[in-house]
């Protein structure tokens, strides 16, 4: 199941106003090791590869902080164990129960499921050529 549109900035915010609430507490120490999968965008120089990177998430680390890998950018949320990559703005507040959203270039999955992410982007990309 995918986001069936982008929320817009506020909406953003606001859901993670809502994630900081006082809440049961979370089960991911928030300073373990998290690894992240992502792919570099289409026009990388090696093409679409899929990346896997060991990221430790410190207490102050938030929303919009950023990682360098490389020449990309990793986005992600502490309190949602979201990943995004660089072209994504706001991807994460339709979130339910913590799932991950991984964004692509093209297309977007909620299950980090390569060959979901491939479908989306081959069906967006054959689209585009037909518009």
């Given at each position: ?35 992240i ?33 490389q020449?990309n ?59």
């Amino acid at each position: 199941m995918g986001l069936s549109q982008w929320p817009t900035p506020q909406e953003y915010l606001e859901a993670e106003r809502k994630s900081a609430e006082p809440a049961a507490p979370p089960t991911d120490d928030p300073a373990s090791p998290v690894t992240i999968r992502w792919f570099t965008p289409s026009n990388y120089p090696s093409g679409r590869i899929w990346r896997l990177e060991l990221v430790v998430f410190e207490p102050n680390e938030r929303i919009f902080d950023r990682k360098p890998y490389q020449h990309n950018m990793v986005y992600w949320s502490q309190d949602t164990r979201t990943h995004l990559t660089r072209e994504a703005t706001c991807a994460s507040a339709a979130l339910q129960n913590g799932h991950r959203v991984f964004v692509a270039t093209r297309g977007h999955s909620d299950t980090l499921d390569e060959d979901a992410v491939d479908v989306r982007a081959h069906y967006d990309h054959h689209q585009s050529r037909h518009n």
